[in-house]
T-cell receptor, first 114, second 116 residues
Framework: AQSVSQHNHHVILSEAASLELGCNYS??????LFWYVQYPGQHLQLLLK??????LVKGIKGFEAEFIKSKFSFNLRKPSVQWSDTAEYFC????????????FGRGTSLIVHP | DSGVTQTPKHLITATGQRVTLRCSPR?????VYWYQQSLDQGLQFLIQ???????AKGNILERFSAQQFPDLHSELNLSSLELGDSALYFC???????????????FGPGTRLTVL
């Protein structure tokens, strides 16, 4: 079964700092990759997704992620964070085939100080 | 607003009790997924229904059950509740058959269950 690791459980940054959240997965086959965000008191919503093609994916609100197949990684980045980016971030993976049920990482809590 | 609704928002109950959580998917979505989110376990997939039929099962306890009705809303039933069942329960919906690789899930606001 696949698994997803998010190594940073809590990240605290000041506004304008750069952000990189790590996500590694374990699965030998072709995968589909997602980043979801959960703002305080709100539901999870999709930030970006990767299925194929250009491994650098751009999402909403200035976020991007790079799929590095050799490292089984899909790290999320943003060059300059804002206070409004304070949220919980979840990486998810599902294999291309089978039930397509995604496996989620445990999440990374990001706090951005103004 | 994702278009997925869940009721109730909050539920406080005692150990040993039974509760029912309700989810209405986005209009037109046939697949419904249930997740449990707790501090120590993260977001855990419980079960998926598609057009009324169970399609996939995750880490769902035997004390928990779910169903999807003809109008496509779904209910998650939790019985013989224990303290450890306290968590946020999310419902998500998607359009495609049995999920699908390009299938985005839309999440509801969740039900926060507290078992005392």
């Amino acid at each position: 079964a696949q698994s997803v690791s998010q190594h940073n459980h809590h990240v605290i940054l000041s506004e304008a700092a750069s952000l990189e959240l790590g996500c590694n997965y374990s699965y030998g086959g072709t995968v589909n990759l997602f980043w979801y965000v959960q703002y305080p008191g709100q539901h999870l919503q999709l930030l970006l997704k990767y299925f194929s093609g250009d491994p650098l994916v751009k999402g909403i609100k200035g976020f991007e992620a790079e799929f590095i197949k050799s490292k089984f990684s899909f790290n999320l980045r943003k060059p300059s964070v804002q206070w409004s980016d304070t949220a919980e971030y979840f990486c998810a993976v599902n294999p291309s085939g089978g039930s397509y049920i995604p496996t989620f990482g445990r999440g990374t809590s990001l706090i951005v100080h103004p | 607003d994702s278009g997925v609704t869940q009721t109730p928002k909050h539920l406080i109950t005692a150990t040993g009790q039974r509760v029912t959580l309700r989810c209405s998917p986005r209009s037109g979505d046939l697949s419904v997924y249930w997740y449990q989110q707790s501090l120590d376990q993260g977001l855990q997939f419980l079960i998926q229904y598609y057009n009324g039929e169970e399609r996939a099962k995750g880490n769902i306890l035997e004390r928990f059950s779910a169903q999807q009705f003809p109008d496509l809303h779904s209910e998650l039933n939790l019985s013989s509740l224990e303290l450890g069942d306290s968590a946020l329960y999310f419902c998500a919906s998607s359009a495609s058959l049995a999920g699908g690789p390009h299938n985005e899930q839309f999440f509801g606001p969740g039900t926060r269950l507290t078992v005392l």
